[in-house]
């Protein structure tokens, strides 16, 4: 399973994030969760999972929504928040080497990772790293709608995962949600560096240099990556 990402990669790292809004430069991370998956003896393993809430910069709060939404609350921050500098420490060690990093609408994630290492780590751990971004791969095999829960049902994945707004969660359902879909059709290579987007909104924020983005339909007629 997973032959061709192996070949060129050493291990994956699936990751994900729980924010404070939509605003890349101005909303914070308050939970990441993450996943280092490595091949052993010819097995597809999850060899390592990190989750942790993130401490909020001072003056800064969980809106009600987002609390209402993911659960975790200011109290949760105060007392269990992880400092971003060590938060950003963790996320180099872990794609340290020769790693692919995957999210299920990934341009999200890695924006908001972007912003956090910018401002307190080393953000140049990203640089050469190559993306996959799982959203674009589901959007080209299935019709609308589109989301994490959505690809769930339709892989049969329901009473193995659970799509519940908190980071851990998500990230363990999108490494099987990768596993359904390379059982589905061995091309997720061919994604690697390929972003799809709605081109009725367009790229939401700043582009990401390393990806390539194409406007991506409901119901592409061919996969994204044909010429």
Do not use: W
């Not at 400092?83 to 999200?108: E, S």
């Amino acid at each position: 399973m997973l032959d061709t990402l192996f070949s060129n990669y050493d291990r994956l790292f699936l990751f994900d994030t729980e924010t404070t809004g939509l605003s890349f430069p101005r909303d914070e991370i308050i939970e990441f969760s993450a996943v280092v998956v490595e091949r052993q003896n010819g097995e597809v393993v999850v060899t390592e999972e990190y989750d942790c809430l993130i401490s909020l910069t001072p003056g800064n709060c969980v809106p009600p929504m987002i609390t209402e939404l993911t659960g975790i609350s200011n109290e949760d921050i105060a007392q269990r928040g992880v400092p971003k500098a060590q938060v950003c420490a963790d996320v180099a060690r872990m794609i340290a080497g020769n790693t692919l990093l995957l999210a299920y609408n990934a341009h999200f994630d890695l924006s908001f990772l972007y912003y956090l290492l910018m401002r307190h780590g080393d953000v140049s751990v990203l640089k050469g790293k190559d993306k996959l971004d799982l959203l674009t791969v589901y959007k080209d095999r299935h019709s609308y709608p589109h989301k994490l829960c959505n690809a769930i049902e339709v892989y049969g994945l329901a009473g193995k995962v659970v799509n519940s707004h908190r980071a851990i969660d998500d990230v363990l359902a999108t490494v099987e949600v990768m596993k359904a879909m390379e059982a589905e059709k061995a091309d997720l290579q061919c994604y690697v560096n390929l972003f799809g987007y709605n081109p009725k909104y367009g790229i939401s924020g700043k582009p990401i240099g390393s990806v390539t983005y194409k406007p991506q339909a409901f119901d592409p007629p061919a996969p994204l990556y044909v010429p």
